[in-house]
């Protein structure tokens, strides 16, 4: 039983193009939502978050969407550029299960100059 | 200053043998987290630590796995008997205390384990 998930496994954009990831949920329970970016043979590193009592949380080039009641949240980044190229994971975390995650599939993004 | 480091960065193994891989969190990091990531999937939550209480073991699929976190600090994850389904890259994290309010956890590279 997945509780996150990423139905895009990959997502190609040209280059100052605006990047959308989607994200959904089924767990009630989440009020923490992240995303994590990931470079081959590197660990996920944290980009954005969002809690559950927000609508929107905006960090330069990345804003991150959450709509609890289609249980859905969103990544968007504008401009895209070359570097974003990598692997974006969606996650979510409960206070009552000691902020451990759950992370969806991920999706590959591939930034084209 | 230093992040997450573990060791090895990889490790090929014969099915039926037993591995240890290792995990040194941030210093001054009291939540460590253990994660799996098998070939095409996303990162699949194992085992947490926080503090002296005890872990949550919630994630680990089978007796065959196992962790321990000695003196808070290092923790070692330990597979017997290794099966080729255990073949994934395992992530360690760790972040400030996890009470309350979300706190970041950060990544260490991850130990990639081959079983033949």
């Known amino acids: 039983d997945q509780q996150v998930k990423q139905n895009s496994p990959s997502l190609s954009v040209q280059e100052g193009r605006i990047s959308i990831l989607n994200c959904d949920y089924t767990?009630?329970?989440?009020?923490?939502f992240l995303w994590y970016k990931k470079y081959p043979a590197e660990g996920p590193t944290f980009l954005i978050s969002?809690?559950?009592?927000?609508d929107k949380n905006e960090d330069g080039r990345f804003t991150v969407f959450l709509n609890k009641s289609a249980k859905h949240l969103s990544l968007h980044i504008v401009p895209s550029q070359p570097g974003d190229s990598a692997v974006y994971f969606c996650?979510?975390?409960?206070?009552?299960?000691?902020?451990?995650?759950?992370f969806g599939g991920g999706t590959r993004v591939l930034v084209k100059p | 200053g230093a992040g997450v480091s573990q060791s090895p960065s990889n490790k090929v193994t014969e099915k039926g043998k037993d591995v240890e891989l290792r995990c040194d969190p941030i210093?001054?990091?009291?939540?460590l987290y253990w994660y799996r990531q098998s070939l095409g999937q996303g990162l699949e939550f194992l085992i947490y630590f926080q503090g002296n209480s005890a872990p949550d073991k919630s994630g680990l699929p089978s007796d065959r796995f196992s962790a321990e976190r000695t003196g808070g600090s290092v923790s070692t994850l330990t597979i017997q008997r290794t099966q080729q389904e255990d073949s994934a890259v395992y992530l360690c994290a760790s972040s400030l205390a996890a009470r309350g309010a979300y706190n970041e956890q950060f990544f260490g590279p991850g130990t990639r384990l081959t079983v033949l």
């Open positions: 969002i809690s559950s009592i927000k």
């Open positions: 767990n009630s329970m989440f009020d923490y």
């Open positions: 210093s001054g990091h009291t939540a």
């Open positions: 996650a979510a975390s409960a206070k009552t299960a000691g902020n451990k995650l759950t």
